[in-house]
């Protein structure tokens, strides 16, 4: 009797875990399908980076500076301003339209794990930033010239993976904290200016030195300096920090995030 009374905690232990994991899987697959179809989003946040890649990328396969393959560097570059995109827009916008809706209130007042709702949104993105980087290999082999390395291209996707998650953390902060109808320009506003800064379209050397100066304190930076490394083009600063460096930006997104909406719930 004793063993039948342990069995039975442990099997619906179990099964509640098996259908916590069923819900984030099915939520993350509602969310993805949901983005693939708002073609407004879909197209335009894998064309974008794909066309940039074409013109600056592919268009100066032939180009050298030193050692430096340039459809190679644009390459890196192009893959992390694709991976921002996903994650800002699809989080900060998508995010941001929903709260304004009410369709998060009724997330939360569904017997939904509570953080199936953010968690299915990252990965959702996490899966446009690794289709972006696919797509840009496959440009950067066939028309670029570029020559990779299978490793070289895992690393990428790995590097696409972890990479988006501290975006993605900022796009739920940019959803709390500025109005939905607004959102997109925000974005803008703050995407497209930290892209350039960063070396994310122009190595950073051939930037105005004001702006080699401010670059390490911004967050593309180091995704930039990280996807860099996998061919050898990042600068001479240690990896590792690169990493800390989105790590703290991230946790303090998430913070900042957790403060803003603990707020709206005392003040609701």
């Not at 570029?146 to 739920?172: D, H, N, R, W, Y």
Request: proline share 4%; charged share 10%; glycine share 10%.
């Amino acid at each position: 009797m004793a063993s039948l009374a342990i069995a039975a905690p442990a099997q619906a232990v179990r099964r509640t875990s098996t259908a916590t994991l069923i819900t984030y899987l099915k939520e993350t697959k509602y969310e993805f399908l949901k983005l693939a179809r708002t073609k407004t989003f879909s197209l335009s946040i894998i064309g974008f980076p794909v066309m940039f890649y074409l013109l600056f990328g592919v268009g100066n396969r032939t180009i050298h500076d030193g050692a430096v393959h340039v459809a190679k560097y644009e390459l890196a570059g192009y893959a992390c301003f694709g991976m921002i995109g996903a994650a800002l827009f699809g989080i900060g916008v998508g995010l941001g339209a929903e709260r304004a809706n009410g369709w998060l209130e009724l997330k939360r007042a569904s017997p939904m794990p509570p953080l199936a709702y953010l968690i299915a949104k990252c990965n959702a993105a996490i899966g446009f930033a690794f289709i972006i980087v696919t797509v840009l290999i496959g440009l950067a082999i066939t028309l670029g010239g570029v020559q990779l390395s299978g490793v070289e291209a895992v690393k990428m996707l790995g590097v696409a993976v972890l990479g988006t998650i501290p975006f993605a953390a900022m796009g739920i902060l940019v959803a709390l904290v500025v109005p939905a109808n607004a959102s997109s320009g925000i974005i803008n506003l703050i995407y497209l200016p930290m892209s350039f800064a960063s070396g994310l379209w122009i190595p950073l050397h051939m930037l105005p030195k004001w702006l080699q100066v401010i670059a390490p304190i911004q967050p593309a930076y180091h995704l930039s300096q990280l996807m860099l490394s996998v061919f050898g083009y990042q600068n001479a600063s240690s990896l590792r920090g690169h990493w800390t460096g989105l790590t703290g930006f991230a946790l303090v997104m998430l913070g900042i995030s957790w403060a803003v909406f603990h707020r709206a719930e005392q003040d609701a």
